[in-house]
């Protein structure tokens, strides 16, 4: 295992307690999914060099689909990427008519990330970045002071390269109005006008609702709106590369609310929605962006009310009927998250102890045989072939951890005994699956 900081340590343990995936250290819990990391970083490979791609990674609740995401972004982000991962929800949706796929676009840009900016809603210390870039540039090329490009100098200049660097964006779609939006950020900047810097970002972020207000403020006579926030998401990912980063990652997770959207028309307009986007990604149209989606095999694969339903995906994703082989084909536009090995488990727990005990300043022992005992009191419970995930496994083990941290008298034999006495019942069903809640409207 490599060397772990306590920082990520005490990230890992509290994310893991809360029941969330930790947004550091994930390599340090990274087992049994070799071959996907390796897809992962050629992808990133390519994607960097200007191709793009779309991929669905595939399984049952608790079976790893956003430990899978977090993996993605973090790797994403030591490439130098621009990430932003969200959830999917009823009110943010891919076709929608009534500003829900704006909402969607908004999420995604509030949501990105870099390498040094983890903390979210950093879209204009981005372009701030940028512009700060291009006065170094037009500084060195001319040999003009850097304090007078701040003070407002050779405007036109700094606005022309702006501008001629988006002008060379492949994805035509909103560029030009997104150019207008950061040169009215650059006069805000050198103008000391926070409010104008202000409106500039929320055009970028999707946040003007209509050309009228946008025409008023920037005198931009287009938004970013349900239609067309695809190619503003086009455009971002070719800016974040003119501006220096390898590329824009965006990951969908719970995909499983478009798969409970009870209207079918609804379902089928987004199924189009993403078809046309699967299309962009995979045939090149899309540049320097790479597209992630978590969803439950039924989101994907059911053929009544899932994206199998609609037709075209269909032939796109293929079928289900591999779900049960060991083989792994990472080529795959939709991957099925394969269950870890009985040897994976134990050395995600080993690996798992040393972190809790670095987090923890303690000295917590399992030998090898401790840890089997406590793999085998979960696995032979009754239903733990269906319903027991990873999740639930390391829940369990950090509850016993805990309870010998803090009844230190009382022997791990002890605690293993009485845990799996009260765990003789079956298995149940995640609860956080919730296929059999009522469906969206």
């Given at each position: 295992?490599?060397?772990?900081?306590?920082?990520?340590?005490?990230?890992?343990?509290?994310?893991?307690?809360?029941?969330?995936?930790?947004?550091?250290?994930?390599?340090h819990?990274?087992?049994?999914?070799?071959?996907?990391?390796e897809?992962?970083?050629?992808v990133?490979?390519?994607?960097?060099?200007?191709?793009?791609?779309?991929?669905?990674?595939?399984?049952?609740f608790?079976?790893?689909?956003?430990?899978?995401?977090?993996?993605?972004?973090?790797l994403?982000l030591?490439?130098?990427?621009?990430?932003?991962?969200?959830?999917?929800?009823?009110?943010?949706?891919?076709?929608?008519?009534?500003?829900?796929?704006?909402?969607?676009?908004r999420?995604?840009?509030?949501?990105?990330?870099?390498?040094?900016?983890?903390?979210?809603?950093?879209?204009?210390?981005?372009v701030?970045?940028?512009?700060?870039?291009?006065?170094?540039?037009?500084?060195?090329?001319?040999?003009w002071?850097?304090?007078?490009?701040i003070?407002?100098?050779?405007?036109?200049?700094?606005?022309?390269?702006?501008?001629d660097?988006?002008?060379?964006f492949?994805?035509?779609?909103?560029?030009?109005?997104?150019?207008?939006?950061?040169?009215k950020?650059?006069?805000?900047?050198?103008g000391?006008d926070?409010?104008?810097?202000?409106?500039?970002i929320?055009?970028?972020?999707?946040?003007i609702?209509?050309k009228?207000?946008?025409?008023?403020?920037?005198?931009?006579?287009?938004?970013?709106n349900?239609?067309?926030?695809?190619?503003?998401?086009?455009?971002?990912?070719?800016?974040?590369?003119s501006?220096?980063?390898?590329?824009?990652?965006?990951?969908?997770?719970?995909?499983?609310?478009?798969?409970?959207?009870?209207?079918s028309?609804?379902?089928?307009?987004?199924?189009?929605?993403?078809?046309?986007?699967?299309?962009e990604?995979?045939?090149?149209?899309?540049?320097?962006?790479?597209?992630?989606?978590g969803?439950?095999?039924?989101?994907v694969?059911?053929?009544?009310?899932?994206?199998?339903s609609?037709g075209?995906?269909?032939?796109?994703l293929?079928?289900?009927?591999?779900?049960?082989?060991?083989?792994?084909?990472?080529?795959?536009?939709?991957?099925?998250?394969?269950p870890?090995?009985?040897?994976?488990?134990f050395?995600?727990?080993?690996?798992?102890?040393?972190?809790?005990?670095?987090?923890?300043?303690?000295?917590?022992?399992?030998?090898?045989?401790?840890?089997?005992r406590?793999?085998?009191?979960?696995?032979?419970?009754?239903?733990?072939?269906?319903?027991?995930?990873?999740?639930?496994?390391?829940?369990?083990?950090?509850?016993i951890?805990?309870?010998?941290?803090?009844?230190?008298?009382?022997?791990?034999?002890?605690i293993?005994?009485?845990?799996?006495?009260?765990?003789?019942?079956?298995?149940?069903?995640d609860?956080q699956?919730?296929?059999?809640?009522?469906?969206?409207l």
């Amino acid at each position: 295992m490599a060397k772990i900081n306590p920082k990520q340590a005490q990230v890992i343990i509290k994310s893991l307690e809360a029941g969330i995936v930790p947004n550091m250290g994930i390599e340090h819990l990274l087992v049994g999914r070799r071959a996907e990391v390796e897809e992962i970083i050629e992808v990133l490979d390519e994607v960097s060099k200007g191709g793009s791609d779309l991929r669905f990674w595939v399984g049952d609740f608790g079976s790893g689909k956003s430990f899978m995401l977090a993996t993605i972004e973090q790797l994403a982000l030591s490439k130098n990427f621009v990430t932003s991962t969200i959830d999917l929800a009823p009110q943010r949706r891919f076709y929608a008519t009534d500003k829900k796929a704006q909402a969607l676009y908004r999420e995604i840009a509030d949501n990105i990330k870099t390498k040094t900016k983890r903390s979210g809603n950093v879209l204009g210390e981005i372009v701030e970045e940028w512009i700060m870039k291009i006065f170094t540039e037009l500084s060195s090329e001319n040999l003009w002071e850097m304090k007078d490009l701040i003070k407002g100098e050779y405007k036109k200049d700094v606005e022309e390269k702006i501008l001629d660097a988006i002008d060379a964006f492949d994805s035509v779609g909103l560029s030009y109005e997104m150019g207008q939006a950061i040169v009215k950020y650059y006069e805000g900047l050198v103008g000391n006008d926070r409010d104008l810097k202000t409106k500039a970002i929320r055009w970028l972020r999707g946040d003007i609702s209509t050309k009228t207000e946008a025409k008023r403020e920037l005198g931009i006579g287009e938004i970013i709106n349900d239609d067309n926030y695809f190619e503003a998401i086009k455009n971002l990912s070719e800016l974040f590369h003119s501006i220096g980063f390898s590329g824009f990652v965006i990951n969908f997770d719970e995909a499983v609310n478009l798969y409970k959207l009870a209207q079918s028309v609804t379902r089928e307009r987004n199924y189009e929605r993403i078809l046309n986007i699967y299309n962009e990604a995979k045939s090149g149209k899309a540049k320097n962006l790479f597209i992630n989606f978590g969803a439950t095999r039924a989101t994907v694969f059911d053929e009544s009310r899932g994206m199998s339903s609609y037709g075209a995906l269909a032939g796109r994703l293929g079928s289900i009927d591999d779900k049960d082989l060991k083989l792994i084909n990472t080529k795959k536009t939709a991957l099925i998250l394969k269950p870890l090995t009985e040897e994976e488990i134990f050395t995600l727990l080993e690996n798992l102890l040393n972190i809790y005990n670095i987090n923890y300043k303690e000295e917590i022992h399992m030998d090898k045989e401790t840890i089997i005992r406590y793999m085998e009191g979960q696995l032979n419970r009754p239903g733990a072939k269906e319903f027991l995930t990873p999740r639930a496994v390391i829940k369990d083990f950090l509850e016993i951890l805990d309870l010998k941290r803090q009844n230190p008298d009382i022997s791990i034999d002890q605690i293993l005994a009485s845990k799996f006495q009260n765990l003789s019942s079956p298995v149940e069903k995640d609860p956080q699956d919730h296929d059999d809640d009522i469906f969206i409207l």
